[in-house]
């Protein structure tokens, strides 16, 4: 996995397991080099660098396992009798330096190196498999936060979906009877454009109400719907501006001989009788 420098995501770049990967020696002299570099750019990854190599260095510790003393006897043993030729004359020759081309990587300690070399069987068992582990790991707590975020995203869709759907269906249960009578309520003096129609179940003796055209509220009053019935008025109930735009909820309309519906507007909380110079729309029974 080789990232771009001048793009790379911190957290992203240290949950890849790259770290994990150099460290054990498992990774391609591209990612050793991209390694170094973004250790020496960012400090949060060479930190957690240096924490992946005291972890490794933890583990091996803790399996390391010290050799028969019976091995130590008998190299020596082999050792002693083994002849010894005459060492040759040394000859004066130019010396060779090695050039690393290899990048520093900062962080590794000589301890890790030196543990490194003698410990490979140790690090490709227990190294390699603690650091694919360790990825695996990683890898699934990605995937499981993403699925999370997505469900609580879906179940959060669901559930709007779901509220919209039940509310549907309460107002076509209203509409759906032929009883349905549609009430139309025009603007008076205070708002003459003002349109907003009940279509009232006198079967069921439910309404619903949706406005055609009316101006919101101010902050502190709201709506009260009326009806007039045996010459009087009567309230139906209280409506907030989203509520009267798109569609209400199916409401009781149980007073008898109701001759006209009306809108006045109130406090927040209504009021007992209708605010007459408040009134928004009034609209009479036909029929």
Sequence with gaps: ???????????????????????????????????????????????????????CE???????????????A??????AETPQEKAPEKKTEAKI?????????????????MMAAASVILVIGIGALWFLSNREVKRMDNIIASMEK????????????????????TVQEVLAAESVRTVKMTGTAMEPEATVKVMWNTDMKKAVMHAEKITPPPANMQYQLWVIADGKPVSVG????????????PFDVNAQNITAFAITLEKM???????????VVMGPING
């Design 1 to 55: 996995m080789v990232y771009i420098i001048d793009i790379v995501d911190i957290n992203e770049y240290i949950a890849s397991g790259i770290l994990e990967s150099v460290t054990l020696g498992l990774a391609s002299p591209q990612e050793v080099q991209e390694v170094a570099c973004l250790s020496k750019i960012y400090p949060e990854i060479q930190a957690e660098f240096i924490r992946v190599q005291k972890r």
């Design 58 to 72: 933890e583990m091996m510790l803790e399996n390391a396992q010290a050799p028969d003393p019976s091995v130590r």
């Design 74 to 79: 008998s190299l020596l043993k082999a050792i």
């Design 97 to 113: 330096v090695a050039l690393n081309t290899a990048p520093e990587i900062i962080g590794v300690s000589p301890m890790w190196k």
């Design 150 to 169: 997505d469900q609580l995203k879906n179940d959060q869709i669901l559930q709007a979906m779901t509220i919209e759907k039940d509310h549907l269906q």
């Design 238 to 249: 209280l409506f907030n501006y989203d509520e009267v735009e798109q569609m209400t909820e």
């Design 269 to 279: 909380g209504g009021s007992p009788t209708p605010t007459m110079e408040k009134m």
